[in-house]
């Protein structure tokens, strides 16, 4: 019995030794199998991945190419607004200038019209002052031709101090 024993214990081993072979040839079977398609997954993950960041890639050029559009739009604008201000105080500027260029000549105008009466005014007044002075003199002059006349060739008190004419 002892000997049915050993021999069924052989047996098993050897069975066993089979069956890991068939085993261990199996178990690189399916490595092999599971190695393939997980690389087959791999690669299949890797396409979708790829397409998935070409469709965020294009996705995100669009939305920068919008912003920047919405930017330069922005900044035209901006630019836009601080010319046409820039312009309408220049053109107000020159308006300005041309006001007060025509207020300085009008005025000139009128400051030398002005003088001109006022010119002709003081010579009027002053020739007519010099011949009030003269009417005065000439009528000094007869006053005291008159007064010679009538008094004959006497002294006069004139200021205090005589005086003699003839």
């Not at 997980?38 to 190419?65: N, S």
């Not at 007060?100 to 005025?107: A, C, E, H, K, P």
């Amino acid at each position: 019995m002892l000997m049915v024993i050993s021999a069924i214990k052989i047996q098993a081993i050897g069975r066993g030794r089979q069956a890991r072979k068939g085993i261990s040839s199996q178990h690189k079977s399916i490595r092999v199998l599971q190695r393939v398609g997980r690389g087959f997954l791999a690669k299949l993950e890797m396409r979708r991945a790829l397409a998935a960041v070409t469709i965020l890639q294009r996705a995100a050029r669009v939305m920068i190419k919008r912003v920047n559009i919405e930017f330069e739009c922005f900044a035209s604008i901006v630019i836009q607004r601080i010319w046409r201000g820039y312009r309408a105080n220049m053109d107000f500027m020159l308006i300005v200038v041309s006001a007060v260029t025509i207020q300085s000549f009008s005025r000139r105008i009128l400051a030398e019209a002005m003088a001109k009466k006022l010119a002709k005014k003081l010579a009027g007044e002053a020739e007519h002052e010099q011949i009030e002075r003269e009417r005065a003199l000439t009528k000094q002059r007869r006053m005291g031709e008159e007064a010679l006349r009538l008094n004959g060739n006497k002294p006069r008190n004139v200021a205090g101090k005589f005086s003699f004419r003839k």
